[in-house]
């Protein structure tokens, strides 16, 4: 799936640069990179059901093992019923079809998107691009550096978290030991601070920030993103 660090992409063409042209060089390490900062779980998987690539957030779902896993690098369910629809959405994705799967298992949902990356009559290797769920909110870093820019309080921040996991003012009040009507005072000065004039266009600009992921967990590059020598 993936060529030598020596193929790039071009913005205008998806054919490799001549090494003569002067625009910089895109290597297959910085894809790797670029790919690990996306909060979108993403797997490249092959016409053999092979993991190709697994990308940082979908390494880290692997190996929860919550809803999927990886075993032989091959992806599969955590029980028959979730491998056994994995299994049709890629088989139809192989035809050229796309599926979207929706999975709950205990308090964890999961979707998955099976793109097609190449047609059933092109010549190149069939393989199926599959997306996970994007990140909670709360797990956006982004969010955090958000209420730095804002000069937010400790307590403000914990308030904004507390909205962003969609929780009521009295359930925030009773998880930080506070009367509602701090709460309420709270809300009122962080949506002053970020010129929201209400919660709802608050948590509007705090969906729309850019995804940061975690730090990666993985600092050397991997040569082939070899999943079962990943560590989540």
């Known amino acids: 799936?993936?060529?030598?660090?020596?193929?790039?992409?071009?913005?205008?063409?998806?054919?490799?640069?001549?090494?003569?042209?002067?625009?910089?060089?895109?290597?297959?390490?910085?894809?790797?990179?670029?790919?690990d900062e996306i909060d979108y779980g993403m797997l490249v998987i092959d016409a053999q059901g092979r993991i190709l690539h697994a990308n940082h957030l979908a390494r880290?779902?692997?190996?929860s093992g919550r809803v999927i896993m990886s075993y032989g690098n091959s992806l599969l369910g955590s029980n028959a019923g979730f491998t056994g629809q994995i299994q049709q959405a890629m088989e139809a994705s192989f035809r050229g079809q796309?599926?979207?799967?929706?999975?709950?298992?205990?308090?964890?949902?999961?979707?998955?998107?099976?793109?097609?990356?190449?047609?059933?009559?092109?010549?190149?290797?069939?393989?199926?691009l599959v997306l996970l769920s994007r990140q909670s909110t709360c797990d956006n870093l982004a969010v955090r550096m958000?209420?730095?820019?804002?000069?937010?309080?400790?307590?403000?921040?914990?308030?904004?978290?507390?909205?962003?996991?969609?929780?009521?003012?009295?359930?925030?009040?009773?998880?930080?030991?506070?009367?509602q009507s701090t709460v309420r005072s709270q809300i009122k000065t962080l949506r002053e601070k970020a010129g929201a004039p209400s919660i709802r266009r608050l948590l509007h600009r705090i969906n729309s920030l850019p995804p940061v992921v975690p730090a990666l967990r993985i600092i050397t590059p991997m040569p082939h993103n070899a999943t079962e020598f990943s560590h989540p």
């Open 98 to 128: 796309r599926r979207l799967l929706l999975m709950t298992q205990g308090d964890r949902e999961l979707s998955m998107a099976f793109t097609p990356l190449s047609h059933p009559l092109e010549a190149d290797p069939p393989s199926v």
């Open 1 to 35: 799936m993936w060529q030598t660090t020596d193929a790039v992409w071009s913005g205008s063409a998806d054919t490799p640069l001549e090494k003569s042209d002067p625009r910089p060089v895109l290597g297959q390490q910085v894809l790797m990179r670029v790919f």
């Open 146 to 179: 958000f209420a730095r820019t804002l000069n937010l309080s400790p307590s403000e921040e914990a308030v904004l978290m507390g909205l962003c996991r969609g929780l009521a003012i009295p359930e925030i009040a009773k998880q930080h030991g506070v009367a």
């Open 60 to 63: 880290h779902e692997l190996a």
